[in-house]
Nanobody, 122 residues
């Protein structure tokens, strides 16, 4: 299984970015895929997740600003990030697991990408 993120960059407060995660070698019909982020000196946190049962989950700090989606034909996961804030700065990782449940808990995910950096300046 390979997960490759792209779309990170540097933006000013209030700007937008769309992250992409191209998945290959992953065929489970039951799954969750999620975005996680880690800021310098902080623990990694779950940002958003989408599962095969149609559910989506978001950490409270991004609700109303971020949208997670998945293009099944392209096997690509997206994270649309609007109204970005400096506290959104961090390395963003794509992850996948062949199970449902605990969608924003990083410890239960099996597969991880290398990450893409997002920097929001004030």
């Amino acid at each position: 299984v390979q997960l490759v993120e792209s779309g990170g960059g540097s933006v000013q407060t209030g700007g937008s970015l769309r992250l992409s995660c191209a998945a290959s070698g992953y065929t489970s019909s039951r799954y969750c895929m999620g975005w996680f982020r880690q800021a310098p000196g902080k623990e990694r946190e779950g940002v958003a997740a989408i599962c095969s049962d149609g559910s989506t989950n978001y950490v409270d700090s991004v609700k109303g600003r971020f949208t997670i989606s998945k293009d099944n034909a392209k096997n690509t996961l997206y994270l649309q990030m609007n109204s970005l804030k400096p506290e959104d700065t961090g390395m963003y990782y794509c992850a996948a697991k062949p199970r449902l449940g605990m969608p924003l808990v990083d410890g239960v995910y099996n597969y991880w990408g290398q990450g893409t950096q997002v920097t929001v300046s004030s």
